[in-house]
């Protein structure tokens, strides 16, 4: 392979690791708005153990919401996946909660540990590159 070849092997690959990291960054921030989200969740269930009846606006979606009443806090319905959705305790539903958060922290520190191997591959990658250009 010449000099060119060889440049170009290594940008096509600087390339490809960049697509790569794009998409690491893409569910990076989709897994930490999902913490987020349950945090809230969490937040709100807490809210919820000392309420015994109590008036307040349903989200429907879109940023649309209607009145309704929490008649009590020790039931939660909880969506488990495939559409079904399940009653269970206020504690039981804290602790779904903070499990499926556990779980995606553990998907996050995943995400940051395939970024650093890229940003490693992408360094090693540009120093090949210089190299080649430097050769006579």
């Not at 690959?13 to 989709?30: C, N, P, V, Y």
């Not at 809230?40 to 109590?54: M, Y």
């Not at 806090?73 to 269970?88: D, H, L, P, R, Y």
């Amino acid at each position: 392979m010449n000099k060119e070849e060889e440049l170009n092997n290594r940008l096509v690959q600087m390339q490809l690791l960049d697509a790569g990291m794009r998409s690491l960054e893409e569910r990076q921030q989709m897994i930490i708005e999902r913490v987020e989200e349950l945090a809230r969740a969490r937040s709100s269930l807490d809210d919820l153990k000392d309420i015994k009846t109590s008036h307040i606006f349903l989200p429907l979606g879109a940023g649309a919401f209607v009145k309704g009443t929490v008649e009590s806090s020790n039931e939660i319905m909880m969506a488990v996946g495939g559409g079904a959705v399940v009653k269970v305790t206020l504690d039981g539903a804290k602790d779904n909660l903070d499990e499926r958060e556990k779980e995606m922290k553990k998907a996050l520190g995943e995400v940051l540990e395939q970024k650093k191997a890229v940003v490693d591959q992408f360094s090693k990658l540009q120093i090949e590159a210089e190299e080649i250009s430097r050769k006579k």
